[in-house]
């Protein structure tokens, strides 16, 4: 899977019991086949608010580069498993049967008794083929795709957002220089025709994820 990240902002979610917010963003990304979920700010996610936005980073992934995820070829058996904790946590696992008896666990993700999630990382593939076995997402064609009723949680508002390109933004100095001067507030996050002209290409509104804090 290429490298790719998206920022998420959710402002209608659940109430949690720990909190009365319902807001959170959080940053999905995978960088060299590792998958990176993030808060940003706000409380913590929950799962299914990862899932759902799992959903839609897929489709802007598709979106961007014209393709879709291919399944992984695995080499080894592999089963998910979870262990649940006295007050209802959960911590969920990947094990991979390397012929010996003694099959590598790892890790993947840790859910709160109220279904929340700080964040986590892991193999991609390995949520990838997670999503599968809990049947948010189905293997089709040589291919990861939604199941019919992917929008069963439609009536979450998202706001996603695309990374800024800071290389092609002014003002920007490096730790071992001192600034220059102060520069207009705006963002770019499409890349320009030419590099020297950004303002077209930029935007300086409440798109930016500095401007919902």
């Known amino acids: 899977m290429k490298d790719f990240s998206r920022?998420?902002?959710?402002k209608n979610g659940e109430c949690g019991g720990w909190t009365s917010s319902t807001r959170t963003s959080f940053v999905i990304s995978v960088e060299n086949d590792?998958?990176?979920v993030k808060c940003k700010s706000g409380r913590d996610m929950y799962a299914s608010e990862i899932n759902t936005a799992f959903g839609r980073f897929l489709k802007e992934y598709e979106a961007e580069f014209g393709e879709?995820?291919?399944?992984?070829?695995?080499r080894n058996?592999?089963?998910f498993c979870f262990r649940q904790g006295s007050s209802g946590c959960q911590d969920t696992y990947i094990e991979i049967d390397m012929g010996d008896g003694f099959p590598v666990r790892k890790f993947m993700m840790h859910?709160?008794?109220?279904?929340k999630n700080g964040g986590f990382g892991c193999f991609v593939y390995d949520f990838l083929d997670l999503c599968v076995a809990s049947k948010f997402l189905i293997a089709e064609d040589g291919f990861y795709a939604y199941p019919e009723d992917e929008d069963a949680n439609s009536e979450l508002e998202i706001q996603v957002i695309k990374p800024r390109l800071i290389e092609y933004?002014?003002?920007?100095?490096s730790p071992w220089e001192k600034p220059e001067r102060v520069v207009y507030l705006r963002t770019v996050?499409?890349?320009p025709e030419d590099p020297e002209e950004t303002d077209d290409e930029s935007d300086d509104?409440?798109?930016s994820e500095d401007a919902e804090e």
């Open 189 to 191: 996050r499409e890349k």
């Open 34 to 36: 590792e998958l990176s």
């Open 205 to 207: 509104d409440d798109t």
């Open 111 to 115: 859910e709160s008794c109220f279904g």
């Open 169 to 173: 933004e002014e003002g920007w100095t």
């Open 77 to 79: 058996r592999y089963r």
């Open 68 to 74: 879709k995820v291919a399944l992984y070829e695995r």
């Open 7 to 10: 920022l998420f902002i959710i």
